[in-house]
């Protein structure tokens, strides 16, 4: 059920892609219109966003200082991190790891206002397409999702606010000129904009942080990560939780037995640990029977250690 090699995981230019799809928002910097010479100030806040051939349109309040700060510098960078909801929001913070995070630099360009109108009808279109899909899908992995905080997951929720209540936006096309990648090493991944242009987002995309977040609050899905580091890595575990889904697979953060130190004594650490499947989900409905077949495969390698 499992396989290995370079295929089994996404390129760092897809990971770019599946990270901004998956997401939507972002922290956006610009510089200040009143900075003088080279004391440049950056004024930064988060910002709700949609991407539209490969490029981020970004909803910016009309009170924001960045609707100032782009009529005199439109220079700008654009921050977003993986998903990381719930339970694995503090275990990442308690071992003082971050994220992966995808970070752009360019140009904030606002989008006129007739161009902006179609935009906004081209996101609600989306996002009933969205919807659509999450509706047919089958219980279990409606379990799943539901079983995650949807207010602080659903993607689909939080875009559908920018047209609620009385907040008006701008609306501003980030021009990229260059993209960096940074794993949860905080190694630094240049990306060209090449191969990000002819690269894809995972199909998981729109569906990764509710099923993070929703096998991530369950203990019966958490234990049976356990027997997949058990079994099929030898890992002796005693926690776990997933760090990231997409088509190809799974990563996982176990809390894993550790080396033995100089005193002779051993102690759990977290892990991150790969699981690829042998063939790649298409949607998130074989990703939830790909994880039901390697629990399945799990549980027989135990029976046969145990001679049941």
Excluded at 110 to 122: D, N, R
Excluded at 251 to 275: C, H, N, P, T
Aim: net charge neutral.
């Amino acid at each position: 059920m499992l396989k290995r090699g370079k295929s089994s995981v996404l390129t760092v230019a897809e990971k770019c892609k599946t990270v901004l799809a998956s997401n939507w928002q972002g922290k956006l910097n610009t510089v200040k219109a009143d900075s003088h010479d080279s004391k440049e100030e950056i004024y930064t806040s988060r910002v709700k966003y949609f991407v539209r051939k490969g490029r981020p349109y970004i909803w910016v309040p009309e009170k924001e200082l960045h609707n100032v700060n782009t009529i005199i510098d439109e220079r700008g960078s654009f921050a977003v991190s993986s998903p990381f909801p719930g339970p694995l929001a503090s275990i990442l913070k308690s071992i003082k790891k971050l994220p992966a995070r995808v970070a752009l630099i360019g140009d904030a360009v606002l989008v006129e206002e007739e161009k902006a109108k179609l935009a906004a009808e081209y996101l609600k279109k989306i996002l009933l397409a969205d919807q659509k899909a999450v509706e047919e899908l089958s219980y279990s992995v409606s379990e799943i999702l539901n079983s995650s905080h949807l207010g602080s997951t659903s993607r689909i929720a939080n875009l559908q606010e920018l047209f609620q209540g009385d907040t008006q936006y701008n609306l501003y096309k980030f021009n990229v000129r260059s993209c960096m990648y940074v794993d949860t090493n905080a190694k630094v991944h240049e990306v060209s904009l090449e191969d990000i242009e002819k690269s894809k987002a995972d199909c998981l995309a729109q569906f990764s942080m509710s099923l993070i977040d929703g096998i991530n609050r369950s203990e019966t899905r958490r234990r049976a990560l356990i027997l997949f580091c058990i079994t099929f890595l030898n890992e002796n575990a005693k926690d776990a939780f997933i760090l990231s889904v997409d088509m190809k697979g799974i990563d996982v953060l176990a809390k894993v037995i550790g080396s033995v130190r100089d005193d002779g004594s051993r102690e759990y650490q977290w892990k991150e640990l790969r699981f690829a499947f042998k063939d790649a989900a298409s949607d998130a409905e074989t990703f939830c029977q790909r994880l039901l077949e390697m629990e399945e495969e799990a549980l027989k390698k135990i029976s046969s250690v145990a001679g049941i």
